[in-house]
């Protein structure tokens, strides 16, 4: 079976990640919000090195619960810190917890983030192959950061936005390939 040139074929949560999960609408709050944390520790790394962590992710941080998130302290930071089993830096984890609270403000705002991504997307997937960035991602990007967000540059919201089937981008080859 093809996948996407991308998945590593010798990974089994690579693999279990690019068949059941990468593309496919998901637009519970819970969700995406795990996905932009993960999305933003991404920055600079690889994908699979993120997904071969994200259970101890998951536990670090308590589930990706944006509540207990949001009221981290820097006891909190430290012990984050002295996980070997997550990334950590220091950027990235007090950005999550500085995310987490304005994930929650564009919640109260809009009801749900995604109804906020609605505000940008009209409620349609886009079909593209070949992108890292489009005139989407560069919006969402810049609203987020003008918002106060940070590690949300337009290429991490682009494979963001992939992550949670806005953006539908299996290869031409791959087996989960189609057009709109």
């Given at each position: 079976?093809?996948?996407?040139?991308?998945?590593?074929?010798?990974?089994?949560?690579?693999?279990?990640?690019?068949?059941?999960?990468?593309?496919?609408?998901?637009?519970?709050?819970?969700?995406?919000?795990?996905?932009?944390?993960?999305?933003?520790?991404?920055?600079?790394?690889?994908?699979?090195?993120?997904?071969?962590?994200?259970?101890?992710?998951?536990?670090?941080?308590?589930?990706?619960?944006?509540?207990?998130?949001?009221?981290?302290?820097?006891?909190?930071?430290?012990?984050?810190?002295?996980?070997?089993?997550?990334?950590?830096?220091?950027?990235?984890?007090?950005?999550?917890?500085?995310?987490?609270?304005?994930?929650?403000?564009?919640?109260?705002?809009?009801g749900t983030f995604h109804n906020y991504l609605k505000t940008f997307t009209?409620?349609?997937?886009?079909?593209?192959?070949?992108?890292?960035?489009?005139?989407?991602?560069?919006?969402?990007?810049?609203?987020?950061?003008?918002?106060?967000?940070?590690?949300?540059?337009?290429?991490?919201?682009?494979?963001?936005?992939?992550?949670?089937?806005?953006?539908?981008?299996?290869?031409?080859?791959?087996?989960?390939?189609?057009?709109?």
């Amino acid at each position: 079976m093809m996948r996407c040139k991308w998945c590593n074929l010798n990974n089994p949560k690579y693999i279990e990640y690019h068949d059941n999960e990468w593309g496919k609408p998901n637009f519970e709050d819970s969700y995406l919000f795990e996905m932009l944390v993960l999305e933003s520790f991404q920055a600079g790394l690889s994908w699979e090195c993120i997904l071969n962590k994200r259970e101890e992710f998951k536990k670090a941080f308590d589930n990706f619960d944006v509540n207990k998130i949001c009221n981290y302290n820097d006891e909190k930071v430290q012990e984050l810190l002295k996980n070997k089993k997550i990334i950590r830096n220091k950027l990235k984890i007090k950005a999550t917890i500085n995310n987490s609270k304005i994930f929650n403000s564009i919640r109260c705002e809009y009801g749900t983030f995604h109804n906020y991504l609605k505000t940008f997307t009209n409620n349609k997937i886009i079909y593209e192959i070949g992108n890292t960035t489009n005139q989407l991602s560069g919006e969402i990007s810049k609203d987020l950061q003008r918002r106060g967000m940070k590690f949300v540059g337009s290429t991490i919201i682009y494979s963001y936005l992939q992550a949670i089937g806005v953006i539908y981008s299996h290869d031409k080859e791959c087996f989960l390939y189609k057009k709109d």
